[in-house]
């Protein structure tokens, strides 16, 4: 069956901090990996990776995948008030029936919590 | 305005009524889903629609139904509910072909 595990489940840090977040998968037909930061409304898309070692990176954010070991991990340098959230990571796996839809399988997130 | 709107943001009701969540996209995506949140576990798709004569389960869809009215609008609906559909939902958007999901802000339902 597939699944994405995400750790840790929660996490307390002062501002300034460095966090990294993880995310491991045992997926059939990999696509793609996702990351999603949810805060008290809509979650909003953060990186697709899809090549295993090449980084993404967005300002103080970044974000690799390994394919061989199976897991993605999110960085977040200098850690701000406004990066509390609960960050999403999705695995998209292609599916052989119903025309296009290739399947995301959730993990359950893990959520930050920046303290001043 | 946002680009994905879902209402009601926040709903009660009792067991055995009837329930409908709308969501509305100004987007011009093709497709749809209907997704809920439970704490602890990952989203879990409900239905999903590629375009307006088009409609999927997704892996839970019992005791849910779903209309998609136009490309804008998809609403979903619990025709009797029950405790254990409290839940938090998300209605997302896509573009065909792409992976990358638009929520909206989501509607938090609590079955007493």
């Known amino acids: 069956e597939d699944k994405v595990v995400q750790s840790p489940l929660s996490l307390v840090v002062h501002e300034g901090d460095t966090v990294t977040l993880n995310c491991s998968y045992e997926?059939?037909?990999?696509?793609?990996l996702l990351w999603y930061k949810q805060e008290k409304k809509a979650p909003t898309f953060l990186f697709m990776l899809?090549?295993?070692?090449i980084e993404k990176k967005s300002g103080r954010l970044s974000s690799i995948l390994d394919k061989k070991e199976l897991f993605s991990i999110l960085n977040i340098t200098a850690t701000q008030t406004g990066d509390s959230a609960i960050y999403l990571c999705a695995v998209e796996a292609s599916m052989v029936l119903s025309g296009g839809y290739n399947k995301l399988i959730f993990g359950a997130g893990t959520r930050l919590a920046v303290h001043p | 305005d946002a680009d994905v709107t879902q209402t009601p943001r926040n709903r009660i009701t009792k067991t055995g009524k009837r329930i409908m969540l709308e969501c509305s996209q100004t987007?011009?995506?093709?497709?749809m889903y209907w997704y809920r949140q439970d704490p602890g576990l990952g989203l879990r798709l409900i239905y999903y629609?590629?375009?307006?004569?088009?409609?999927n389960k997704g892996e839970i869809s019992d005791g849910y139904s779903v209309s998609r009215q136009a490309q804008a609008k998809f609403s979903l609906s619990l025709e009797s509910a029950i405790p254990n559909q409290t839940a938090l939902y998300f209605c997302a958007t896509a573009v065909s072909g792409a992976n990358v999901l638009t929520f909206g802000a989501g509607s938090r339902l609590t079955v007493l």
């Open positions: 899809t090549s295993s070692g």
């Open positions: 629609s590629f375009d307006v004569k088009d409609i």
């Open positions: 997926v059939t037909n990999f696509r793609s």
């Open positions: 987007k011009g995506h093709d497709r």
